[in-house]
């Protein structure tokens, strides 16, 4: 399995920025891995060989904290992880030790590859988010550290599945990055510090942005792939494999947002809906228009437009009663964090602005991992993550839905889109058929309320 579509500012940001474990188990208890001493060799295996994936894999094998090496590699497609592994292989030559019998291909291949590492050892999780939590249980019952691409979840059964899992490898002393890498950010955490400190006053606002056009429109299935295939090749069009693509492109705004609010919302409603479809057969739709409520009443706005030719932005803000921040902007790297004396964003100069150019965050995460691993310090952003995942599908659920939807709503929710997804081969049937119109069943708000399909 394979996240398709690499994410552009990781790659443009990696191009212009440019172990065994010693654990054992003494009588049946658990000894935490401690990779600083004599054998200090990481090795971490890639499950999920697209686009982020690979630039995942390059972030690992880049943290300058010891020697680190790739061992194997999984993937249900074949040309995903050949490319993968030729780039791979010519950017690391020394670190890279995968050979033929160590690439796996199948819906079990990430099970092949987690049994090639010891316990202690990194597998790096980057395929569409349905598969997060069997391929997690798999790598907690190995004993081995995670990192793990967002979101995490698609809906409230798998939000509180992983929650569990996350108190589970805490058990175990694991180590489990999620790549929400804003958060590692060096400029945004000097922006949270500065928040807290009364540089704005008290938040009444936050609003956030990603209009950018065209992402995740996916034509009819005139391939010869299977259906489940071709949804698993497209998984941004498909509910049950990627959470939609607003679960995709929106999770790093609405988390960085509720950071600097230090806290989730408690509900939200929302509008959206679709526009100049031609031959496009996905379930999402083209834009939503989200508003968040925090227990305190401060409201955060989210917009996102996947229409070509219209006006563009991608940026996150903050309004406080004595000014206003900039979260983000330019993608999502670099931050280039401000603040203003008041709301006027970007007219005239900033009171403060952090310095650049800013450290890679990509990159930052996968020291900080890496480093809690060596140090043997306790690191888990599993439940972080699975929030961040759960309240982006809550938006997405009340633009789909028409309906207010809280945070408890939401993470009780019984629905899950794919209940049977650990099981998958590649004969299995897609979870979602095709509706005799000869396109794949789409929301309806106002008339699907409990269900988004």
């Known amino acids: ?16 920025t440019g172990a065994a474990s010693a654990a054992s188990a003494l009588a049946g208890v658990y000894v935490p891995p401690v990779h600083a001493g004599e054998q200090n060799t990481i090795k971490v295996a890639l499950v999920g060989c697209g686009g982020r994936g690979t630039g995942a894999a390059e972030n690992a094998l880049s943290v300058d904290n010891g020697p680190i090496k790739l061992v194997a590699m999984a993937d249900v497609f074949e040309d995903k992880l050949s490319n993968s592994f030729n780039y791979l292989q010519e950017k690391f030559s020394s670190q890279m030790d995968v050979p033929e019998e160590r690439k796996f291909l199948g819906f079990d291949a990430y099970q092949k590859a987690i049994d090639c590492l010891d316990p202690g050892d990194v597998v790096i ?7 997060r939590w069997p391929m997690f249980t798999y790598a907690i019952e ?4 995670t ?10 059964p798998t939000t509180r599945r992983m929650i569990e899992l996350g108190e589970k490898a805490k058990e175990k002393n694991l180590k489990v990055g999620v790549g929400l890498m ?20 008290e938040i009444l606002t936050l609003r956030s942005y990603r209009q950018v056009g065209g992402g995740g429109l996916i034509g009819p299935n005139d391939s010869d792939m299977s259906e489940l295939m071709y949804q698993i090749r497209n998984f941004h069009g498909f509910m049950w494999a990627s959470g939609g693509v607003i679960m995709d492109y929106m999770i790093h705004n609405i988390d960085e947002s509720c950071w600097m609010k230090d806290a989730w919302p408690v509900e939200a409603q929302a509008n959206g809906g679709r526009l100049y479809r031609e031959d496009k057969v996905d379930q999402n739709f083209d834009h939503y228009s989200i508003e968040y409520t925090f227990a305190d009443g401060t409201k955060l706005f989210v917009y996102t437009r996947n229409v070509p030719r219209c006006r563009q ?8 009663t004595d000014g206003a921040a900039v979260i983000s902007t330019s993608m999502h790297t670099p931050a280039k964090c401000r603040i203003y004396p008041n709301q006027k964003i970007d007219q005239g100069e900033p009171l403060w602005a952090y310095p650049q150019p800013e450290p890679n965050p990509y990159q930052l995460e996968w020291d900080h991992l890496i480093a809690a691993i060596r140090e043997d310090r306790p690191y888990n952003e599993v439940k972080r993550g699975a929030e961040a995942s759960l309240v982006t599908a809550m938006g997405r659920m009340a633009a789909h839905t028409g309906r207010l939807v809280t945070f408890d709503e939401m993470l009780n929710h019984e629905h899950e889109f794919a209940p049977e997804v650990d099981s998958f081969t590649y004969d299995s049937p897609a979870p979602l058929q095709m509706a005799a119109a000869g396109i794949y069943p789409q929301p309806q708000p106002g008339r699907l309320r409990d269900r988004e399909y």
């Not at 999780?125 to 598969?131: D, H, K, L």
């Not at 190995?142 to 550290?145: I, T």
């Open 182 to 201: 804003c958060r590692h950010c060096d400029a945004r955490q000097e922006l949270l510090k500065r928040i807290k400190d009364g540089a704005i006053g």
């Open 313 to 320: 932005e991608f940026a996150s803000y903050a309004h406080g």
């Open 125 to 131: 999780f980057t395929t569409p988010p349905a598969f």
């Open 1 to 16: 399995m394979t996240e398709s579509n690499p994410n552009p500012s990781r790659r443009s940001f990696l191009r212009h």
């Open 147 to 156: 990192f793990m691409e967002k979101p995490v979840t698609v809906d409230g």
């Open 142 to 145: 190995k004993g081995v550290n």
